[in-house]
């Protein structure tokens, strides 16, 4: 009878070792799948964590003896070892019934079935990344719609080449080390209107006023825009917390800041010279022409840094870094119009003048949307 429990428990340890395996695989696949996609809400990789928790308890529980039998001898061995004392002999091992050891040893893995192992693993991940083949462009196709399909699908194969694939995170803020500094005042966040206010009164505005916007305007708008709140966290949403937009000011007329090209440092809160000048004219011709691009106070341009993202969402970063821009544009929108201000979105420009202007490459880091910003 005790024989029979006993095996009963053996078999029922067994079981429950293949369980701990399968959701324990589990339980680090549906992980991978919340971290590289933020699915903050998928619930699988909750559920497997349950099971493995009640999976190890189960564990613990059939293996009691044998873990306090161990933890006594460790502590008697080590008293004695402290004392000077010869070393006590372990416990006597748990009976096994017959070819359980056999079975055991049979288990274990050898180096050929690890290489064997890692081959195959190698040779299906390359099986699986061939398996989408690039999309065939026929003349007068819409590439918009071919990358939106051919970023439909984030797969798991996607998401493991892009830990495999995609490079390094490169750093989160970009910094101009040896550029003149041009402090902000300290953005005041009294008055202006009440957010519901400002959003149904929100409008493209494209006349501007010639008197100088303050440095104290511009202070909050960027700070709105792009900035960090007091408790260190950015105004708007990133996939990932990655913040792949960068902000820019080409300002014309500020009051106490000299026109030129500026980026802004959302960690620092203040402007960094890119090249100093009146680039009133440049704009608006880089702008297809659109003069309200010279007639305002200053015009800030989004761009994007494609690797902050690329590590992680490959071919999907660009759709999240068009729709991240989108946010900073209409959070200028609203703190513009809550004080006053006015504001136009532009997508209409030469990507490569203003690339030029502001000295980024087209390639690491593109331009992607930009904003007038003035006195009205
Ligand atoms: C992505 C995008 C690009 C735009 N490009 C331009 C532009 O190049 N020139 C312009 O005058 N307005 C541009 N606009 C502003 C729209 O013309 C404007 O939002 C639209 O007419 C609606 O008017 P409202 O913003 O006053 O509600 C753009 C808006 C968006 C969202």
Known sequence: MLMKLRRVRQDLDHLNSWVLLVVTAATIVTGLVVHLWDLHGFTWHTYFGYALTVAVLIHI????????????????????????QSRPSPPAPVRQPAGVG???????????SLVGMALGGAGGYLVGRGLRQPPQLA???????????WSSQPGLVDAVGALANLGRQPALYKSYDDAVQVVLPPASMAGGLPTEMAIARRQSLRAYSA??????????????????????????????ALYPIETYAVVHNVADVERGVYHYSPENHLLEQVRAGDFRTYVVEHGLNQQFLGECAAVIYLTLIFQRMRFKYGERSY???????????????LAATSVGLGACAVGAYDDQGIEELLAIDGRDEVSVYLLSLGRV
């Open 211 to 240: 008197s100088p916007m303050t440095a104290q305007e511009l202070s909050r708008v960027l700070l709105l825009t792009a900035g960090l709140s007091d408790g260190g966290r950015r105004h708007h949403p990133s996939s990932g």
């Open 61 to 84: 529980l059939l293996n009691f003896r044998q873990l306090f039998a161990y933890s006594g001898f460790r502590m008697r061995r080590g008293l004695r070892t402290f004392r000077g």
């Open 102 to 112: 056999a079975t055991t040893k049979r288990l274990l893995l050898s180096r050929r």
């Open 319 to 333: 759709r999240y870094g068009l729709i991240e821009a989108g946010h900073l544009g209409q959070n200028l929108y």
């Open 139 to 149: 003349r007068g196709t819409d590439l918009g719609l071919v990358y939106h399909q």
